[in-house]
């Protein structure tokens, strides 16, 4: 299971979390040079689970940019890409923090990445 949650920034990831993804371009030419497969998980799966929560401080955030970017990350680590939660309209922890629903909808994503079936 990965979880990625970052704030949205000019359309895309913060550089801290970009690093992070073109890290693993090592894992892309594991899978696509060397043609090997990534080790399984301790519970025997091939692919992992992938979640994402991104918040943007605009009344319409534009999420596009990210999302690609997290779908080729979680490809080509052989994660599928299970769920996730965009919001808008958040600039810092307070606004999340009264947020409505996120934190209720982020707990019961949490919930049900780790308890339902694996398929």
Not at 29 to 53: D, E, M, Q, Y
Not at 93 to 115: K, T, Y
Request: hydrophobic share 45%; aromatic share 10%.
């Amino acid at each position: 299971m990965i979880a990625l949650a970052a704030p949205l920034f000019f359309w895309n990831l913060p550089s801290q979390v970009k690093a992070l993804i073109d890290r693993t371009q090592c894992q892309w030419a594991r899978r696509f040079v060397l043609k090997a497969p990534l080790a399984a998980t301790p519970a025997s799966h091939t692919r992992r689970r992938g979640v994402f929560i991104c918040v943007g401080g605009s009344s319409r955030p534009d999420f596009s940019g990210a999302i690609q970017t997290v779908r080729a990350f979680f490809s080509v680590n052989q994660v599928d890409h299970w769920g996730g939660l965009l919001y808008g309209n958040v600039d810092t922890r307070e606004e999340i923090r009264e947020h409505p629903v996120a934190l209720q909808e982020a707990l019961d994503l949490g919930v049900r990445s780790v308890e339902e079936a694996w398929e």
